[in-house]
């Protein structure tokens, strides 16, 4: 058995995080409440490989090698045939100039997505999350409501660029190969920019989407019936103090008649050792001549800390869609990072 | 390449076990005899991540990420479609009041098994675990003798509560959630309890199975033919210094017309710096008005201690099934935990 | 987050390598150009946990359990359905008398191959690798050129010995069971010799292989249409200082009419902080009747040394196949030991 303190001089770090909760969940539109433990109440569960290397000169060369999975049974990655390193799989170079980076990594639309709503990459209880990433009725891509924003939260075959921070602004660059050959139209681009000075924080992403993540399987088109999409998406976020407040608002175009509209609204409020958390959002849907369809969902919780590290907390999601029944959901789990 | 002593201050280890074997196997019934190298002929392989975080009064957060896997060829689990987190997939809090954990963990069947039998959790071996856990003729499930005990040594979806000690006295609960959608009643439940006092252990676990792990496919109706098993068992140890001795009992029942009854027996002798081991174990299969079936497994091996955390074994193992050949099966091996 | 300095009294070490290149590759008879960013241009990405144990006497327990990994897109394993531990799973016993191991490890060809070219194990970059080990037309093995090589470079269900070094000759004799029941007569056998002595470097191998890996699937008969190879192989290095030179020469028969010889030439020129790299290699295939297929493959590139463990490299490649295309291919890469 390993067990060492964090120290200098390292060259491998192993870290991750546990998430499980207890719960009943009831999506809009689900025919039944399944109640279960589940993986991933506030964070995706991962586990994982970093490290860090000082070249000298200001120049350092950084990897990473990270695993989601399930807490909940064990299973490898967030759905079934998800990737051994599905969170992350890089090395890159950083410097006074940035850091350029290879390999698989963040999507343009993922820190965005969760710095700027109060459950941050919850994508079990967050509205924004759910509406961005989770299709209902998975693993039956578009049978009911598709996710609005294609392309997976993280990009394979990718160079990412990252800016210095320049007065709290920073800008990451992000390209993906499709490795289709003698196709190299095929591909994913994007860029995001965040910005934090104080209480104040803003942040915006566009991406112009043609390949599927972690791998192109199936493609967009098989999946959802476009080959291509364009998103573009704001966000603020403000502390005063009593309470921090998130807004958001995006917009998904495609290659054929679809169009989403979302937009969030979150807040937090510090209580006791923990935080209230309550969010909403919702996605109007337009495809063509159809009637349009509004997805509408609003989570509260409560969310205590026992340490740094670890947290209890407790969630109440309601899921509305178009002509389908709503669902209640709740979960009380335990959050673990090491 | 990080390396490291045991130290304090750790929020996770990294620790495991390789066990590899070359011998030759035949089980009961099998056509020819197979020699190879084998993985796990004491202690099934595994490796993982765990932790604990002292929260302060008494309270501490536990996780584990544990992995089975094949020392012999490298592949993840214990069979074909096992899950990356096989063993452990659990995150939890302790304190005065015992344990609580969420995720996947050991079945109320697993640690009265392998503590009450000399060969412990060998499935290659132990007369007793290979009656309870592991079929004849695999992967094709009850085709010659499928195994006793339902539902996997290890649960997921699970919530399970360890008791305090009570003077050597602990006790286990167990409940897996069957994840049916509007199905509550397709779960798993079961208990056990742990009594250890100077030279005397005793244990007992009752299980309703109805959800097979590590994930619920296939059924155990596909697989067994039936929905639903109960099972209860009782084991004593003795160890009178120049030997400790075993024995354990069980009995399976069905939603169909299936009993099984498990009688063990077991020795193990201090001997030079290692230890004989000796065991027998017979199942005996009831089905209906078919003739009574009857596995007798006996094996006889020494294990050699090259440190406290390195052995070398060697084993004989004869297997007899009611209408198939019986087979002789052996093993030279080295186990290192770490 | 777990880190730490190296240190003794360890029981295991986590390490690995990250090997990451953007590129546009094109291989003898590929239809098109395929740009991308690509994993292990100059070593295969992969990561695991080691250990040795001094067990006094001179006795030492070690393991291996290392996994190839896709450093692009975070995928399990060199190609589709490779195994979690596809480098090594293994634990042995090393003292005076060598080392024994049981479990998954190198194959006999493998040191003399990458030890013998200047371009290592480059399974992108490497002439004699890519002859070696790659089929042209992956995943299709056979249908345009299928690699030279049989039976993978690691070999499962293994034992292997290592004698001690005699004046700095070492060699390796490897036993693979083929595990078939009742068949004992299916299994792989093969050994290698390795010299080091100042300048000067020595080798050969040979083997007889019935056996695919990592698992035996597809069978060798099913994949390239033939069910056993034999092959031998020499190789040579002389340091002169200004320039290392290296040269192989290796013959492979098989129970059908097919015989490939393949002959490789390769230079390593230190320059600045890196060396300039030069490789080529060419195999002529027979089989029966058919015209002599001729393969050759030319590789020049630059590596250059940020630190002890990380690089940068550029590498230029041209690759030709009798009544095929030829393809120019290029990468531009870090690679990143830790």
Redesign the interface.
Known sequence: ????????????????L?????GSMRYAG??????????GGLTTSW?G?K?T?D??GG?K?N?Q?T?F????????GRFPND???????????AGNFGEVS???GLAPNFLPMILFNPFGDSFNFSPLVLQHQVPLLNPNFSTRFASSVAGDTGW????KYTTPSFGGLTANLHYQ?G??????GKNNVGANVLYFNGPLSLTAFYHKVKVNN??DTPTLQAAAGYAEQKAWFIGGGYDFGVAKLYATYDKTTHDVALEDKTASLGLSVPFGAGKILAGYAQTKRSAGAAPEVKRQTTTVGYDYA??K??D?YAMLMNDKLTGFDAGNSFGL????G?
């Open positions: 058995a390993l067990a060492a303190p964090a120290m200098a001089q390292t060259s491998v770090t192993v870290s991750g546990v998430d499980a909760f207890a689900d025919a039944g409440r399944t109640a279960g433990v589940n993986s586990f490989f490290g290397e070249l000298g120049l060369a990897f090698l695993s999975f399930q807490a909940d049974n064990g299973v490898q990737t051994l390193f599905s969170r992350d799989a890089n090395v890159g170079l290879l390999g698989r394979s075959n990718q160079i190969f490795e289709a050959a003698g196709n190299n972690p791998l026992l340490s590290r670890t209890v789990g335990i959050r673990h090491f």
